[in-house]
């Protein structure tokens, strides 16, 4: 089976930094991925890591160890509209995509 | 990119009955997917939906609780059957292009 596992909260202010880590048990693996979720909103994509290291997309960066089965998801100069929830998701050979059990960020003032 | 829309948007049903959400998408696309979202949950794979063959049922799932179909390459309905309280989730279409996958806005179910 799959199990994706992320902190459930994370709290973080204006202008800082945050990292929401996923660590995953798969028994086939093809890449990790990184959604974002608004209250209502659909889930849209951010990232996506298929061999280990850094992926870079603005402010927005995530890693990978496949040996460690870990990755993480990287915010930089946060800002109130990052609130929402992160999701790591691994996908499988056949496309399907497992997904975490999700990180809800909260970004104060 | 790909852009997706869905019918209902939301919907109440009573128990019992059965509701057929409708994803339409604005290109041919080979792999659908049906997720369903507990509120305040993750996202659960319910099946894969595959132009001219029957759809692939995850864990937990069954084709005589959640018929699907996939008449055409843009689009596919999920019908949830003899509803229960317990059906009351958000339900999202996904399809895969160009290495991403992308979401519907989601029908949201309420079931009393």
């Known amino acids: 089976g799959k199990s994706l596992e992320q902190p459930s909260e994370v709290t973080a202010v204006e202008g800082a930094i945050v990292q929401i880590n996923c660590t995953y048990q798969t028994s086939g693996f093809y890449g990790l991925s990184w959604y974002q979720q608004h209250d209502g909103g659909a889930p849209t994509f951010l990232s996506y890591n298929a061999l280990d290291g850094l992926e870079e997309t603005g402010r927005f960066s995530s890693f990978l160890s496949r040996s460690d089965s870990y990755g993480y998801l990287l915010l930089q100069e946060l800002q109130m509209k990052d609130s929402a929830s992160y999701f790591c998701?691994?996908?499988?050979?056949?496309?399907?995509?497992?997904f975490g059990t999700g990180t809800l960020l909260a970004v104060q003032p | 990119s790909a852009v997706i829309s869905q019918k209902p948007s939301r919907d109440i049903c009573q128990r019992g009955t059965s509701l057929t959400i409708q994803c339409q998408v604005d290109?041919?696309?080979?792999?659908m997917f049906w997720y369903r979202q507990q509120p305040g949950q993750s996202l659960t794979l319910i099946a894969t939906?595959?132009?001219?063959?029957?759809?692939?049922?995850e864990s937990g799932f069954v084709i005589d609780k959640f018929p699907i179909s996939r008449p055409n390459l843009t689009f596919s309905t999920l019908t949830v059957s003899n509803m229960s309280p317990e059906d009351s989730s958000i339900y999202l279409c996904?399809?895969?292009?160009?290495?991403?996958?992308?979401f519907g806005p989601g029908t949201r179910l309420l079931v009393l």
């Open positions: 939906a595959n132009q001219g063959s029957e759809a692939t049922y």
């Open positions: 996904s399809v895969e292009k160009g290495g991403t996958q992308y």
């Open positions: 998701a691994v996908r499988s050979a056949t496309n399907k995509l497992i």
């Open positions: 290109s041919q696309v080979t792999m």
